[in-house]
């Protein structure tokens, strides 16, 4: 690729000052005689000198007979009364001027290079943290260029994406081998969106697709566009296609697109909006590129609902590749690549760690190694196991424990109840995830106990009774409390808050109400970024929406009447978990066998 050459106002003054200099130093002049001024008092009254010229400190002019071959004479002048009583004396005498070139060219350059100083330091590092750069920099792109040695990645380092990888081939095919595609007419489509949650590797396959390439791989950041003054951003567009071109073939990958594609003429911008002319001019480009030139657009983000339409056309972004979370066996595959880069047992089973992290990405598996090798580290072990790693999971999802934080006897003893509640809810319920460990340590997100569920499979589909099973378990915290004490605390704020949740969904958006038949009512936002619903404009009645609410206080009242049923016939149970927990702080299933999942505890009983 061409290298670019990027200068700045301030060289332009440093050389126009190095200029000035050498031009005043080395400038030629007539060659004068300097005499004392002794000799030019007597060559004035000899009137061998003419043509004077009287300066504050110099008298200058001609010789009426040259002295050493020079016509001009220059000397200092000496003040006059001093002078006269010198002549008089007849003693030789001369001026003496100060060399004040060193300090005129000092307070020349001075001024000036503190000002450059002070523009450098200053001005100039509040300008690039604002994205501007030098004053010819602005309209210039700051992609990163990396080659294959660079990126360090390639498909052996993704894995769970076995689905999405075929089509990523393709990719790296085309740029490798054109010609197989030129053959039938084809080419390579001119842009790839790789959509999906956060975490789930998109930005590392866009690396492999160009560690496996071998070819330049511009790498930047959608608001890396956006910038204070209009017209900047599009400059760089342009800028940064052009630099492609030249390099081709090559990789562009836009990281976070909606900060520059999001829909034009929703919200404050206007038509002069300088997000709106980037993602015009990031339009022209798409439509303006050849595909055969080689250079292959590749985009992520995790809100394509936000996306301008004219950006996802036929012709422009041609393709879209779901990067899903992993199912168990793309756990189980990324956990083999971490893995690794640590020191772990034999006994190590990969697959129950990954039976116990279900809706983990790819980010956070390698956090959780991460988190399991720390624990053992700090523990002091040899080798990483899988307590390490249960260890992890509950510091991932549940926060780090506050053993310090002391309850009150009394309120032990409630939350024991609670969370016994909840497990054996859970235990008995045979569409439930079985129980994995139940504890009333607080953590850090403000709980003051947990239940922890381990799902076995990963769902796809949730049918209408684990739905209401759910809401089942979630109630039977509040109903061991009552069932214990005749009354109720703040301690299932957030059971509640989660059973309203579904009950909601169950009637507005899954059309499993007999009463409000099929209709949805409320839809989910197609983000990627969590459960959003959108409940701001209601296009039902006021009747449809009384029906609802008695619909949602109907399901719960059914929900808690079952918990109640189900601890009531499981009160010894109850209360003999519960004092155990109180005494442990941490129960497992194997402790306490009641906790056991139904299937696990009929074959126990067969056994015995």
């Known amino acids: 690729m061409k290298k670019t050459h990027q200068w700045n106002l301030s060289y332009f003054f440093i050389a126009l000052a190095v200029f000035s200099l050498v031009q005043f130093l080395f400038f030629e002049r007539p060659a004068v005689q300097v005499i004392p001024y002794s000799q030019f008092l007597q060559l004035l009254s000899n009137q061998k000198v003419s043509d004077l010229r009287v300066e504050k400190e110099h008298i200058s002019g001609k010789l009426q007979e040259p002295i050493e071959g020079h016509n001009l004479f220059s000397t200092v002048r000496v003040d006059p009364a001093l002078a006269t009583d010198l ?22 350059l001075l001024p000036f290079v503190l000002i450059m100083a002070v523009w450098h ?24 260029v990396f080659v294959e040695r660079d990126t360090g990645v390639t498909f052996a380092d993704v894995a769970g994406i076995d689905e999405a990888k075929v089509e990523l081939v393709e990719i790296v095919s085309f740029l490798k081998d054109k010609a197989k595609y030129a053959r039938l ?79 034009r003429g929703v919200g404050a911008f206007g038509g002069n909006d300088e997000k709106e002319q980037t993602l015009n001019q990031l339009l022209s480009e798409l439509d303006g590129f050849d595909p055969r030139e080689g250079v292959v657009l590749l985009a992520a983000t995790n809100r394509p609902e936000v996306l301008d339409p004219a950006l996802l056309r036929a012709g422009r972004i041609d393709r879209q590749i779901l990067i899903d979370r992993p199912d168990r066996k793309g756990r189980q595959a990324i956990l083999k690549v971490h893995l690794q880069k640590i020191v772990t047992g034999q006994d190590l089973d990969s ?101 922890l569920q381990r799902p076995t499979e990963d769902h796809f589909l949730v049918s209408y009774q684990m739905l209401k099973d759910r809401m089942v378990v979630l109630m039977a915290g509040r109903a061991a409390e009552c069932l214990a004490y005749g009354q109720v605390s703040t301690g299932a704020a957030d059971d509640l808050a989660h059973a309203t949740d579904i009950a909601r969904q169950l009637i507005t958006r899954f059309g499993m109400s007999t009463e409000l038949g099929l209709a949805v009512l409320e839809r989910k936002s197609a983000s990627y970024l969590g459960e959003r619903m959108e409940i701001g404009d209601k296009d039902y009645s006021e009747q449809t929406a009384r029906e609802v609410d ?25 209360d003999t978990g519960a004092h155990l927990l109180v005494e442990k702080e941490t129960l497992t299933p194997e402790e306490f066998a009641p906790l056991l999942p139904l299937k696990h505890a009929a074959l126990t009983l067969r056994l015995v």
């Open 87 to 108: 002549a008089q004396s007849g003693v030789g005498f001369t001026g003496i001027n100060e060399n004040t070139f060193l300090n005129g060219l000092l307070g020349w």
């Open 121 to 144: 330091f200053l001005f100039r590092g509040l300008a690039e943290k604002q994205g501007l750069g030098g004053l010819m920099n602005i309209g210039k792109s700051r992609a990163k």
């Open 185 to 263: 007419g084809a080419h390579i489509p001119k842009g790839t969106l790789l959509v999906g949650p956060p975490g789930t590797g998109k930005t590392l396959v866009a690396k492999a697709i160009a560690g496996e390439a071998g070819v330049p791989f511009f790498s930047i950041s959608g608001s890396e566009f956006v910038e204070m003054f209009v017209g900047v951003g599009a400059a760089r567009v342009h800028d940064l296609f052009e630099q492609a071109r030249q390099a081709a073939p090559c990789i562009i990958f836009i990281d976070e697109l909606d900060a520059l594609g999001k829909m």
């Open 351 to 451: 697959e129950r760690i990954a039976d116990i992290t279900t809706g983990f990405t790819g980010a956070d598996l390698a956090n959780l190694v991460n988190e399991a090798a720390i624990i053992a580290t700090r523990r002091g072990a040899e080798t990483v196991s899988l307590d390490d790693f249960t260890a992890a999971v509950e510091r991932i999802v549940a926060g780090i424990e506050r053993k310090g934080s002391l309850l009150h006897p009394d309120e032990r003893q409630v939350v024991a109840y609670h969370e016994m509640g909840h497990a054996l809810a859970a235990s008995n319920l045979p569409d439930m995830d079985p129980v994995h460990k139940v504890s009333i340590v607080p953590r850090a997100i403000g709980s003051l106990g947990y239940t």
């Open 550 to 574: 008695l619909a949602i206080r109907a399901l719960l009242a059914e929900a808690y009447q079952r918990a109640s049923t189900l601890l009531e016939s499981h009160r010894e149970d109850l």
